[in-house]
């Protein structure tokens, strides 16, 4: 009886050690498992973002055409602000300062209304002054008051958009070109070196490539703060229309 004791208790130890073996080397390649996992992803996890990428690509462009596209960029976007915080300023509430201008005449006079305009901003209380300010010479010469201070308030507006189109143009321009050199340049060392090599000339077509991408960038954000402006401009100009036909309805109402 004791001597089949000591053969189960061996046969026992024997099966334990065979499970704990078995489950170290299970956890010893679950633990190789999930490190190889870990490495793997380890370039995922190192993958960089967009500004980065953004920023990597640029550099990788060289700093000969890529800095001048920067510079249109910079220079564009500057024009594009002051341009869009200038408009805002110069829109009016059309509506409103033409019903006080109205009872101003109604009430005070010219010189009433001249007051009224004189306290509001925007060009279409510049030109509601210089018609009013010329009533005293008759109404013909009123209404060429408006006609020319409109042309000078629109020339306002205006300024320095064609500078914003300008850069719009020339960035995917300088890209183009230095796409062109880059290629050029591709084509000079695969002659140099007697063979077509891909590796010779890869770097060079991606770095051309890269100025075309960066200018068309430039071009497409410049595209949109442009046509923005136009289209605010458009609209204060149409107020300005609208209200100098308003204005001289009024002149002529109290003439009578």
Request: aromatic share 6%; glycine share 8%.
């Amino acid at each position: 009886m004791k001597r089949l004791f000591s053969i189960l208790a061996v046969s026992g130890m024997m099966a334990f050690g065979t499970v704990n073996a078995n489950a170290t080397t299970t956890t010893s390649t679950a633990v190789t498992t999930v490190a190889s996992v870990a490495q793997d992803d380890a370039p995922a996890a190192e993958e960089l973002g967009f500004h980065q990428e953004l920023k990597k690509r640029f550099i990788e462009g060289g700093p000969g055409f890529m800095g001048i596209v920067l510079l249109c960029l910079i220079l564009g976007l500057a024009i594009a602000i002051e341009r869009i915080i200038f408009l805002n300023l110069s829109t009016t509430n059309t509506k409103k300062l033409t019903q006080e201008v109205e009872d101003a005449l109604a009430s005070g006079g010219v010189d009433a209304a001249k007051e009224v305009c004189r306290n509001t901003k925007g060009p279409v209380a510049s030109i509601f002054y210089q018609g009013l300010d010329r009533t005293d010479e008759g109404l013909e010469a009123a209404e060429k008051a408006v006609v020319a201070y409109g042309g000078v308030q629109m020339g306002q507006l205006e300024k320095n958009v064609s500078w914003i189109s300008l850069f719009i143009a020339l960035a995917p321009m300088l890209g183009f070109m230095g796409t062109v050199i880059g290629m050029i340049d591709a084509f000079d060392k695969i002659e140099a070196a007697g063979d077509m090599n891909p590796a010779l000339v890869a770097g060079g077509i991606k770095i051309a490539l890269l100025t075309t991408v960066f200018g068309l960038i430039v071009a497409i954000i410049l595209q949109i703060f442009y046509n923005y402006i136009i289209a605010k401009i458009d609209s204060i100009v149409n107020d300005m229309e609208d209200a100098s036909i308003t204005l001289m309805d009024l002149l002529i109402r109290q003439k009578k």
